[in-house]
């Protein structure tokens, strides 16, 4: 016991002054709060897509993000994941019209998209776009896993098990609905941009994208902001990693199939080990 | 240990065979009958696991190599086309990615096993130095690695440990710009980082087969820290400890598989999903989280040439750990004060982890050189010392005999 105590009592004075030392950083200026979380049904270990709700992201996508927005690694033909047919996105691929060439003259020429292109960049190169939006607008291919936030201690452990992984998708949500018509007083809005609550350092080059009613659903959803934010975040996770619900699948199977294995090497090994004891 | 192989061939083929290259000999002394100690507990059975990651990585590795592209303009493309055009390369990419992650995991619980029982000390010196070295080559080959999906942290992470070297006096900006290819991390930093990436985990192998043939020279360290004796203290590597490693590798595969299908980002960064932008810095530039403890030491030290020498002598101090400790005694199990001073330094450590992921500022920077005083307190004051006051616990005489108490004692 007193030894317990010495080496407590040792280490604790190298230590000491490290309880001192963790107070709490000060809060940055114009900290960014928390996005909430939203119900996702791609949540968690059996966690799929909604049809439908991709379709709504996807509309919405189309009539307002891809105005600037890219979506360059996604391609027409992967579209059917979301519950269109072969022949839907066909049509839906020659509404848009592809750069190709160059042609037997050594021109380049516009024909209508089909199933194999992908998605068309919404400006020529950066500098034209930042010539046009006073800024590049990303590219949303890979989106929802381009943005998060910080979890802290000790919920990024939990993180582990609760297997909690949406915050791009909260992220994104929270950054279409966080638009404020004024800047709060005191802050200093460079002009030309917009003040949101979730954006880090609040100053965004975006205007505030949706609006009620915008976009049209036939589905019966509402057509809110909040909604619209929901749908296309949803899409934009489905973009990101197309192959979740397979991955999910597998990662079932493989489980099931790894503990049972180890089951049986557990008995093998008790076996082999009895006459060893 | 080996001693002659007691391997006897039993095809005409195979004794013809054993007379011109006895490989089955090797593997038969190596594999099968080597001597293991008999109270090994499951601790010990994580050089098994690294072996079968180290193995999973080349394989993975040389698969992602078929479908990515080592160019600047092109590697965070081709990544992604891995991950949605490739068949199931989602599962190589998420594999390798992770099962670096894992590596280090495994690596890390293989290293405290180590300290925890003495298992540097004399005569497995040269046995602890090649593993340092490994670790070393690992921690190479992991910062390479990342590099290559040229996303945002992968291109300001390649930033910050290449300018390390241009802390060395008079030549560092020469050697940083020797290393870069260039003025600035750009396409042929990218391509000889891919270059090396793809060497170092053949050189590591080597090394492997260093650790292992120098180990099976010395015999394994065993929990009572007490050598073998006779043969009541000993079993047959195969079926004994194959059994045993096998269990615990797939469990090991359970929390393996768990993040890779379940969480598989978890370990990364967001900002890697942003292709590299040498014209935007992120707010926030961290590395993987196993070099945590070592960038939290870096950033310590106000001093640049000093944080760099700190970070680089974190990791050779290892390398002096068996002239270090100076106790007698191998296991903790036996040394009371040194065990309580062992949990400590581990919490240290994971304290130094959590460091190293928050900014440097305010009291953060104060806790990180209070932690970086300790981990090197532990080594050049706390060891030498304890072995020379603790006062030890009786050793076993052996370890049956040690068995046999612990069983007494469990009826």
Known sequence: MSRTILAFALAGSLLGLTAIGSQPVAAQEHESPVPPRQTWSFAGPFGTFDRGQLQRGFKVYREVCSVCHGLKYVAFRNLEALGYSEAQVKTIAAEFKVTDGPNDQGEMFERPGRPADRFPAPWPNENAARARYNAVPPDMSVLAKARSYERGFPWFIFDIFTQFQEQGPDYIHALMVGYKAKAPEGFALPPGSYYNEYFPGHTIAMPPPLSDKQVDYTDGSPTTVDQYAKDVAAFLVWAAEPHMEQRKRIGFQVMIFLLIFAGLLYFTKKKVWADAH | ?411
């Open chain 2, 1 to 411: 240990m080996s001693g002659h192989s007691a391997y006897q061939p039993q095809s005409a083929f195979m004794k013809w065979m054993e007379r011109r290259l006895p490989i089955a000999g090797l593997v038969h002394s190596s594999f099968v009958a080597y001597p293991t100690p008999r109270n090994l507990n499951y601790w010990w059975t994580f050089g098994g696991i690294l072996s079968f990651l180290l193995g999973a990585q080349i394989i993975t590795g040389i698969i992602l190599v078929m479908h990515y592209t080592p160019q600047a303009d092109m590697a965070f493309d081709s990544v992604e086309h891995i991950m949605r055009d490739v068949n199931y390369g989602w599962l190589l990419r998420y594999l390798h990615a992770n099962g670096a992650s894992m590596f280090f995991v495994a690596v890390y619980i293989h290293i405290v096993r180590g300290m925890y029982y003495g298992s540097y000390k004399e005569p497995r010196e040269v046995l602890w130095i090649l593993g340092v070295i490994l670790y070393l080559l690992m921690m190479a080959t992991g910062f390479l690695g990342y590099t290559l999906p040229w996303g945002q942290m992968s291109f300001w992470g390649a930033t910050v440990i290449t300018n390390f070297f241009s802390a060395i006096p008079v030549v560092g900006e020469s050697v940083v710009t020797w290393l870069w290819g260039g003025y600035g991390v750009g396409n042929p930093t990218l391509q000889r980082f891919f270059s090396l990436h793809y060497l170092l985990p053949f050189v590591i192998a080597g090394v492997v087969v260093l650790h292992v043939w120098a180990l099976h020279v010395v015999g394994q360290n065993n929990p009572t820290g007490v050598e073998p004796k006779t043969e009541k203290d000993t079993v047959a590597f195969t079926p004994y400890a194959t059994a045993k490693d096998s269990f615990m590798m797939v469990c090991f595969c359970v929390v393996f598989a768990w993040f890779v299908f379940y969480v598989p980002n978890y370990l990364g960064h967001a900002d890697n999903y942003i292709p590299a932008n040498p014209a935007v810095t992120p707010n926030h530039i961290v590395p993987e989280w196993y070099y945590l403890p070592f960038y939290a030491i870096l950033r310590a030290i106000p001093n640049k040439l000093m944080g760099v020498i700190a970070l680089f002598g974190s990791i050779g101090i290892l390398a002096f750990l068996p002239w270090l400790d100076t106790s007698k005694v191998r296991s903790a199990n036996y040394r009371p004060l040194y065990r309580q001073f062992f949990w400590i330094f581990v919490a240290v450590c994971l304290g130094l982890g959590y460091l190293g992921s928050k900014p440097p500022e305010g009291g953060y920077v104060l806790a990180a050189r209070i932690l970086t005083f300790y981990y090197f307190a532990h080594f050049l004051i706390i060891l030498p010392v304890l072995g020379l006051v603790e006062r030890t616990k009786p050793l076993p005489n052996s370890i049956s005999e040690s068995i046999l108490a612990s069983k007494r004692a469990a009826n």
